[in-house]
C-alpha cells in the first residue's frame, strides 16, 4: 500500500500563493502518475492536476491553468502544487492521490489518498 501525506496548506489573502507537498511511503512502484484535487463545501470532489512520474507530463482543469503548478521530485517521492494568485473559490481541502491509470481525470480512479490539507483564500 501506499501511504501520502499532504502539507502546506494555511489562509491567504487573495492574490497570494501557498505551496503544497505530497509526500508519498510504501509499495509506488505502481503508480504511474499522482494528483491533485479539491473539495469545498457541499461540492463534488474535484480535479485540480496530475502529473505522470515518469517523464513530468501534466494536464490541469482549466480553472486553475496559467496559476498552479504541478512539479515532482523523484528522488524524494514528493510532488508539490504551487499555487499562484489564489482566489476565494480555490478555498478547499487538497487531496493528493496516486493512481495506475494516466488518462482519468475522475477520483474513482485513483487508488491511494491523503488526509488532505485545507487551503483558505480570503477575500
Known amino acids: 500500500q501506499v501511504q501520502l501525506v499532504e502539507s502546506g496548506g494555511g489562509l491567504v489573502q487573495a492574490g497570494g500563493s501557498l505551496r503544497l507537498s505530497c509526500a508519498a511511503s510504501?509499495?509506488?512502484?505502481?503508480?504511474?502518475?499522482m494528483g491533485w484535487f479539491r473539495q469545498a463545501p457541499g461540492k463534488e470532489r474535484g480535479f485540480v492536476a496530475r502529473?505522470?512520474?515518469?517523464?513530468?507530463?501534466?494536464y490541469y482543469a482549466d480553472s486553475v491553468k496559467d496559476r498552479f503548478t504541478i512539479s515532482r521530485d523523484n528522488a524524494n517521492n514528493t510532488v508539490y502544487l504551487e499555487m499562484n494568485s489564489l482566489k476565494p473559490e480555490d478555498t478547499a481541502v487538497y487531496y493528493c492521490?496516486?493512481?495506475?491509470?494516466?488518462?482519468?481525470?475522475?477520483?474513482?480512479?485513483?487508488?491511494?489518498w491523503g488526509q488532505g490539507t485545507q487551503v483558505t483564500v480570503s477575500s
Open positions: 510504501g509499495r509506488t512502484f505502481s503508480t504511474v502518475a
Open positions: 492521490a496516486t493512481t495506475s491509470v494516466w488518462g482519468s481525470l475522475r477520483p474513482e480512479m485513483y487508488d491511494y
Open positions: 502529473i505522470r512520474w515518469n517523464g513530468g507530463m501534466t
